[in-house]
């Protein structure tokens, strides 16, 4: 197959993965993953890993250019929670290498239906600051869907440091992006507006991956190994040209739908986000039983 065609399929499907990972606050491993080991540009779950990774990154950088200008991603908020997300992250490798995956997926689909259920019949409850009375945990932004300022107190920061601890250690264990967990703690536990909570889990992912791909890098998964008949047939002697791909692509498509997220009703996202869960967990599931 000719690089080019590959090369731009690998756009292509970042520009997807950037677009929807800015709309929801996830860093789109959960599509990176299966479509490149399916397709087999990966010739193993942690070639296919690494190059996720990019991607991430790259949506990460390209929808905080917008939400972090615009003041939607909560930039204090989300250094201090990925603070936890990080030491989770490292007990969660630790404990992956004494229980089966697919135990860890199971159980990753049961929390995430759970935070879709919540998210769907719990009513969205945000705590407004009384005037004149801000703390340190209060914040603001522009709600550009309704042309109104949204001034909101955090609630329940020390439950919610431990829960992203939980959240990254999942994260580490099963391979998908925090975020599933991430946002919904942030909503729906220290009642965080909805546009605010995934554009703040849009800021943190870039963090976690990129310490991620760092590991991979340093460890040669990017240009050492054996490669996949289908870019070797075509060429290609390591994955550099296809993270590059990825990234591009992740890159542009996470500038369009930061935009357009800005736009949505929060209500209308919550329920997107709903929607978006019950997928990801099926798609774990079918992961877990070997399908994918």
Known sequence: ???????????????????????????????????????????????????SLTGIIAGSVGASTVLVDKGLSNVRLGLMLEITTCIGAIIGAIVATYLESWILMVLFSVI???????????????????????????FEYRDESVGEEVRYEVQNVKGGLGLCTFAGAMSS???VG??????PVMNIYMHIPMKAAS??????????????????????????????????????????????GIAVGAFIGSLVGARYARRIPSGHLRKYFSVVLFAMAVLVLLQAGGIL
């Open 178 to 183: 925090g975020g599933a967990i991430k946002v």
């Open 112 to 138: 995430i239906i759970y935070s879709g259920l919540r998210m769907i019949v719990n009513p969205e409850r945000t705590v407004e600051p009384s005037d004149g009375e801000e703390t340190p945990m209060t």
């Open 173 to 175: 264990m099963t391979g």
């Open 199 to 244: 554009s703040t889990s849009s800021y943190m992912i870039g963090i976690t991956a990129f310490s991620g791909a760092i590991t991979y890098f340093t460890a040669g998964v990017f240009t050492q190994g054996d490669l996949s008949p289908l870019l070797t047939g075509a060429g290609l002697d390591s994955l550099l040209p296809c993270a590059a």
């Open 1 to 51: 197959m000719d690089p080019l065609i590959i090369l731009l399929g690998l756009v292509i499907l970042g520009l997807c993965s950037g677009l929807f990972g800015a709309l929801f606050g996830l860093g789109g491993g959960v599509i990176f993953v299966p479509i490149l080991l399916l397709s087999g540009v990966a010739d193993s779950a942690t070639q296919a890993v690494a190059m």
